[in-house]
């Protein structure tokens, strides 16, 4: 089993549409999470990071995280063309070093016009 | 600098041969990463320091890999015998709290 699995895509939504992106992940002790956005050809940018249950938002990302399903999520809501990307779920596991920051092999955006 | 700055952009080099590659991360960041990344696969954990040190090196695929970060700022990455296998984009990322944040990658190819 992978530490950290997410569908690699593609996600293909409309403009203005709300984008949905998920991951799970292996150690049940994780703590911290992270998402990062990767454009063709680029490094990855970090866009957001969560570390307790529920929901965080900032702008037109919301970060959601539920523990006792291992399971994080990405919305980005009212989607533009330009937000098409990689996006790459990270985490920060319990065990095997504390700061060993694991990553997930990423989603596929595309917005369509 | 204002961001984690690696050299070169680009390397290419014979099979057998050494490189090196060097990473400055955001200043006063203690933690530093180096990840490897082949193409429609995420980042792939190589080695992480804390400060001088390495906190962890489970991720070097073998001994031709070594890295080090005397001074506890800049860090080199060194690949002895590149193999083609090598060819793959190094990223390197720095970090204090929250996220961690990367430089732009040295595309390494192996001939």
């Known amino acids: 089993q992978k530490e950290v699995e997410q569908n690699s895509g593609p996600l293909s939504v409309p403009e203005g549409a709300i984008a949905s992106l998920n991951c799970t992940y292996s150690?049940?002790?994780?703590?911290?999470f992270f998402w990062y956005r990767q454009y063709s050809g680029k490094s990855p940018e970090l866009i957001m990071f969560i570390y307790s249950n529920g929901d965080k938002e900032d702008g037109r990302f919301t970060a959601q995280l539920n523990k006792a399903s291992q399971y994080v999520s990405l919305l980005i809501r009212d989607s533009q063309p330009s937000d098409s990307a990689t996006y790459l779920c990270a985490v920060l596991p319990s065990s095997g070093g504390y700061n060993k920051l694991i990553f997930g092999a990423g989603t596929r955006l595309a917005v369509h016009p | 600098g204002a961001g984690v700055s690696q050299t070169p952009s680009n390397k290419v080099t014979e099979k057998g041969k050494y490189v090196e590659l060097r990473c400055d991360p955001i200043s006063g960041h203690t933690a530093l990463y180096w990840y490897r990344q082949s193409l429609g696969q995420g980042p792939e954990f190589l080695i992480y320091?804390?400060?001088?040190?390495?906190?962890?090196d489970s991720g070097l695929p073998n001994d031709r890999f070594f890295a080090v970060r005397p001074e506890g700022s800049v860090s080199t990455l060194k690949i002895q015998r590149t193999e083609r296998g090598d060819s793959a984009v190094y990223l390197c990322a720095s970090k204090e709290t929250g996220g961690a944040f990367f430089g732009q990658g040295t595309r390494l190819t192996v001939v």
């Open positions: 320091f804390q400060g001088t040190g390495a906190a962890d």
């Open positions: 150690d049940r002790g994780s703590q911290s």
